[in-house]
């Protein structure tokens, strides 16, 4: 049986680009909020790593600032892969993200950042 890899299995075109993200686990009893390193993004998801380690099917409420949104892109996102990683002497987890419950008119400016970003990476040649 064939695999499909990762990027077959997208539903939408996604774009290495870190934009400014804030992560929290939903209704914790002592959230706080922690500032992981967005590895890219799709209007379905995105990825990251983080110091924390969350599990696969958990609920995480998200912020992400957005160069066209005054007010951060708001939502909650659905684990659904971790990748253990190891960079040095620095453990760190791979974390895929679906967005849930995002507001179309979010998820349209979403798609139009994605959208440019990629024309414009096309156009740079990467």
């Not at 040095?88 to 998820?107: A, I, N, P, R, S």
Request: net charge positive; hydrophobic share 35%.
């Amino acid at each position: 049986m064939k695999m499909n890899s990762g990027a077959e299995r997208r539903r939408h075109p996604r774009v290495s680009r870190s934009y400014t993200m804030r992560v929290k686990e939903r209704d914790a009893q002592d959230p706080l909020w922690e500032l992981p390193m967005m590895r890219n993004i799709s209007v379905g998801g995105c990825y990251f790593h983080s110091t924390v380690n969350y599990q696969e099917g958990q609920c995480l409420e998200i912020e992400i600032q957005l160069p066209v949104l005054r007010e951060p892109l708001r939502c909650t996102g659905l684990v659904r892969r971790i990748e253990p990683r190891r960079e040095g002497m620095m453990d760190y987890v791979g974390v895929g993200l679906e967005f849930m419950d995002m507001q179309e008119d979010v998820k349209q400016k979403l798609k139009e950042v994605v959208d440019f970003t990629l024309a414009r990476q096309q156009k740079e040649g990467h």
